[in-house]
């Protein structure tokens, strides 16, 4: 069955660097686009950033635009994001999903959830 699984979340400083991974199984073809998105307390799920499948071609929310990186490793069936320049405000629950669209935006649009990972920059 589909399963996503994120890793890589912890305690950092402002300015500093961290590397979460989305590891998934049993994903088919049928899915197009690996997102990351977060969530901190008291605010609604945003969209980081969008990798597809067929190209690895990227898509990246304006506030973390310059500073965060995704890729994959199909092969290994992996997807990463590298954050780089770390701000408080980047606090929050990354969670990584998977979709049947390209460049799909909203959580809605996604089917399967990995349980998130916590990532926290300290001020």
């Known amino acids: 069955q589909v399963q996503l699984v994120e890793s890589g979340g912890g305690l950092v400083q402002v300015g500093g660097s961290l590397r979460l991974s989305c590891t998934f199984s049993g994903v088919s073809s049928d899915y197009l686009t690996i997102a990351w998105f977060r969530q901190a307390p008291g605010k609604e799920r945003e969209q980081v950033s969008c990798i597809m499948s067929s190209d690895a071609s990227t898509y990246y929310s304006d506030s973390v635009k310059g500073r965060f990186t995704t890729s994959r490793d199909a092969t290994k069936n992996i997807v990463y994001l590298q954050m780089n320049s770390l701000k408080p405000e980047d606090t929050a629950v990354y969670y990584c999903?998977?979709?049947?669209?390209?460049?799909?935006?909203?959580?809605?649009?996604?089917?399967?959830w990995g349980q998130g990972t916590q990532v926290t920059v300290s001020s």
């Open positions: 999903a998977i979709g049947r669209d390209y460049y799909i935006h909203s959580p809605s649009g996604y089917d399967v």
